[in-house]
């Protein structure tokens, strides 16, 4: 078991090495950007996948759409550059709404950003493969398999821990990006040349024949879709520490190449897209369209749909780095179960890891592995997140002050006005087609995180010393005065070594016999006088043959005589098997014993002392 | 939990209520017979089914095979019926097989009937489902699901104890023999004066057009389908304590009625078939076949599909009775997991129960419900058992002795010696369509048994006290003497409990911290002068932030140190949540230590004590 762990993934890492596994720049890059730069294998294609149904004439529409969403992610960008100087311990949309808008602000922010995590590495993930049923269509009855399969790989990649994920996703991202920026290129040069021909228009628009009106609620629907090419740019505030020192500067100047290029690429597909005329299909991506007609279909082609395949499916891995770290600050504050704050032994987060994988995994297999029906769900939580941490970070320079605090001030708000309002066309015109479940979703885990915090806050005052006095608790007990009781299920060596422990523990031991088997308690009454050490020997009825009835009731009835001696101690005899599974040829008589004195619940719970001897067989 | 077992199961039983629960002659004809007499709805069936390959002109040779079939249950039955005198405390194959053979005829009987109760089980509920879909074929897809159904409320009917089950089986047993001799004695008057015609003979036949060759082997086929109309005809004599005083009086004679309304209805409703060219289909069986024709498909119709579904899926209560009974005997003997032999608080043996309708869905699922599939497997266990008995009594009369044994011996030994000669005949026609299976599990059943039983006579020599002499257990070891670590996870309620009962055990007491989380260590350092109660406070460093890893090193380190003293004890405080769920909020961290401490398997186990010191929370 430990030798597969071991192998699976890596040695255990040394709390002391924890400072070290910081990323450089470039690997930064790499790994807080996938998701952001990946989103440009879709986002155009959302938009023409809503304006077609009024006909291929709308497409038109998209390189003003592209223009309005450059735009915003200038403002947004800028706004997230002050947030990274503002917070340079990490400031995500949790920690920023939190600390400056208040409990309920930031745990919404929180709901928002777990749930746009799980989506982005479902979304990110079935795009990916999307990239490669297109290239290899026989490979489409596969499509929810492959992207389990995905999931379990960048899992696997990020439970090995964060400097190695680093390696592994550099150069995929910068590979994606290098033949992207080629299809651009060759692309404009081509059709500016005019060696390229559009794609023929005779193709049917996938989302079926009948157009329909060109309204402002449709165009409004398409820029909502588009905007899936704003998720992701928050990562690197989130992940500030994990940056070399000094990290706000590094992080800031990773984040302005990161919104430039997320820029040139969003704005280079969509205006190639238009210039050749491609209309959205549903065997085919929009991208993989244009690089087949750019490239012709040769080795290059391949390159750019398995560069797009793996930076998507790679992109999920952003999501791999913020949930587990979000999950751990939720824990920490008590938001959320202990377990997710604990660190593994390859220093990272590992529940946090296995529960996203979890969590994207069954979103997939609902949704079929189909990208178009998970988008209306995604962007929901992007936005809210976006719009609280920016009013949150108003707040923040108007309680700081500083040097030109009102300019900051300003860009935040302008940043929080949009996205708010882009927040709102989102819920509006995407409600109906799966919006409402991520709002429906968000007060239930606001709930949920309320219901665990009271209770950690109920144990906690359950079991603080605040009250007591240190006093009372020193005396020493009569080592003399425990009532030990022994129950026995037969004579055997276990046996002896637990009466034993039990003689050497009070001089008022009583061994008990539940008479189940009336073989088995003759036996042992026939033993007694040799082995019983003196002891007493009780024998309990039991007419319904059940172990646990006459003992609790024996057990309940001692606890009454003298009560001021406490309540009697339990001494189990119990024979380990010398492999697990020999246990299920067993009764485990001493295991179900222990269950319930130890876990009985509610007003019969006592906190009766158990022992448990062990006698390990050896075969 | 224990309310909504009252009103499924009833109320427990006392053991001494057990003598009571005996069934009279009409119950018990009831209980054991539903096997036996339900053979009636397929057996004929199987013999056209097998005959049909050779043409409709073959099925006249159902009669003479149905003859033939007769003889042998004549002399079967008079065989049981000498075992049943020979063995009055109950002679299933296994038993009379074991005392008389030997241990390996017996095991190899009692693995022929653990197969051959499943397969019971999952013959008569897939059968009487097939009455079910005969007049309602709207009802086929569901066959599986019907199968389920069935199932679970039979075993749900002997979870309730087997008094409770007469009651239940009684009436429909004797409506469906009422039910079937009034078909018989209909059809047979309206055959003979001629106010009936054949069913007309243009149906297709449901194997296909091209009719074989009809070979010696085929018949020989027909005839090994055929007899699975012996199958059940064991039961009474296994069953034989379950029957009012004198037990072998009262089963004797329940053997006879039960011979004698078994031949009467398979031979009647074979005839019946000939008479009137009944030709087996796909979607309506035989005995529905006939009925519509001879009562015209009205009320009369519908109670005799009614009565043979009912008597259908009782008869698999045959094996509710017999495998838990036979499994319970074998548990005994310790060839089975002895959870097998605990009397349930029903007086029944409830994992037998559950064990089999375990088995018995599986096989419907995977034979998708079809009774033809399922009845190449099943004669083969029958039979073999059959003459394995039998041979066993031949041996019983011969070492016993007394007035007229040769007589006895003999009959006996003519049913072996036919018995016997259907097996191979089943064997060699069967083989290829499914008998193979169970020629290949026999072994490994047998196999199993010796292997389980090798386990309990290991853990029986392991923990004998043959060898060990008294004195050398009952010196007293000095109390104070106990080496005690209280390996703590913070400073509250729960540790004080434990540290107070620690500092009651020994005067060498030692509280540990495993340095996971620094802040927690600080906390318990700061509160140790004021509530340490003088104990010294050990802080063990963890590099790799495990806590079980220095807990084990520093155990083991302890241990060496005066070895003479013994293990260290470990006392563990540990708080019980006040619901169990609540328990997925917390680390549980008490509950590992002790399960890696007792259940450490492998050459690093010791036997060490382990002292639980529960805390509950009350909300």
Not at 109 to 124: G, K, R
Not at 269 to 296: C, K, M, N, W, Y
Not at 443 to 464: C, D, G, K, M
Request: charged share 10%.
């Amino acid at each position: 078991m430990t030798a597969v762990r071991r192998v699976v993934l890596g040695s255990p890492l040394p709390t002391a090495q924890e400072v070290h596994h910081r990323l450089t720049k470039i690997k930064a890059l790499a790994v807080f950007s996938s998701d952001a730069l990946s989103s440009v294998a879709y986002a155009t294609e959302e938009i023409l996948l809503v304006l077609v149904v009024a006909g291929t004439g709308a497409l038109g529409l998209s390189m003003p759409i592209g223009l309005v969403i450059a735009g915003l992610l200038a403002v947004v960008g800028t706004s997230y550059y002050q947030t990274i100087h503002g917070y340079p311990s990490g400031g995500g949309a949790y920690i920023v709404a939190h600390d400056n808008l208040g409990a309920w602000p930031g745990l919404t922010a929180a709901a928002a950003l777990l749930i746009d995590y799980v989506l982005t590495v479902a979304v990110s993930v079935t795009a990916g493969v999307a990239a490669i049923t297109s290239a290899f269509p026989v490979l489409c009855p596969f499509r929810v398999e492959l992207c389990l399969l995905a999931i379990l790989c960048v899992a696997w990649a990020n439970l090995r821990g964060v400097r190695e994920s680093g390696t592994v996703f550099a150069i995929p991202t910068y590979a994606f990006t290098f033949i992207f920026l080629m299809l651009l290129v060759v692309g404009a040069i081509r059709l500016a040349t005019g060696t390229i021909a559009p794609i023929s228009a005779g193709v049917v628009p996938a989302a079926g024949g009948g157009a329909q009106a060109l309204t402002a609620f449709l165009i409004l629907r398409a820029f909502a879709s588009g905007c899936t090419a704003m998720t992701g740019i928050e990562a690197i505030s989130n992940g500030i520490p994990a940056f070399q020192k000094p990290e706000p500067n590094n992080a800031g100047k990773t984040l302005i190449a990161m919104i430039a290029l997320l820029m040139a690429m969003f704005l280079g597909i969509t205006f190639l897209a238009r210039g050749l005329g491609v209309v959205p299909l549903d065997h085919e991506t929009v991208v993989s369209q244009v690089g087949r007609h750019v490239f012709g279909g040769g080795p290059l082609y391949l390159a750019l749909q398995a560069g797009t395949a793996l930076i998507l499916i790679l992109a999920a891995n952003t999501s791999f780095a913020g949930f587990p770290r979000l999950s751990s600050i939720l824990a920490h504050d008590r938001y959320l179960p202990r377990q997710l704050s604990n660190l593994g032994d390859r220093l990272v987060f590992h529940n946090g890891i296995i529960a996203l994988a979890l969590l994207a995994s069954v979103l997939i297999v609902i949704f079929g592995g189909q990208t178009h029906r998970l988008i209306p769900l995604y962007a929901v939580g992007v936005f809210l997140a976006f719009t609280l941490s920016q009013a949150g970070m108003v707040r923040h320079w108007h309680k700081h002050g500083g040097q030109g605090w009102q300019l900051k001030a300003a860009v935040n708000g302008l940043g929080a006005v949009s996205t708010c309002a882009v927040l709102a066309v989102i819920v509006a015109s995407k409600f109906t087609h799966g919006a409402w479940m991520v709002i429906l979703l968000i007060p239930i885990l606001i709930w949920l995180f309320h219901t665990i915090r009271r209770h950690y806050l109920n144990v906690a005052e359950q079991l603080s010393l605040d009250g007591l006095r240190p006093e009372k608790w020193t005396g020493l007990a009569s080592r003399k005065r425990h009532k030990v009781v022994l129950p026995l299920s037969g004579m055997h060596r276990g046996t002896l070594a637990a009466l034993r422990f039990a003689r050497s523990l009070s001089q008022d031991v009583t061994a008990v016999v539940v008479d189940v088997e009336p073989e088995v308690t003759a036996r042992v009454q026939e033993k007694w006088p040799s082995w019983g050490q003196q002891v007493l020997l009780v024998v309990l009825e039991s007419p319904y043959r059940s172990t646990m009835g006459p003992l609790l009731a024996y057990l309940d009835e001692l606890d009454q005589r003298e009560p001021e001696r406490g309540l009697a101690v339990v001494v189990l005899p119990e024979f380990v098997t010398a492999r697990w599974w020999h246990h299920l040829l067993h009764n485990q008589t001493a295991q179900l014993i222990k269950n319930v004195l130890v876990y009985q619940r509610g007003h019969t719970a006592k906190d009766r002392v158990i022992i448990d001897v062990p006698y390990h067989l050896r075969r």
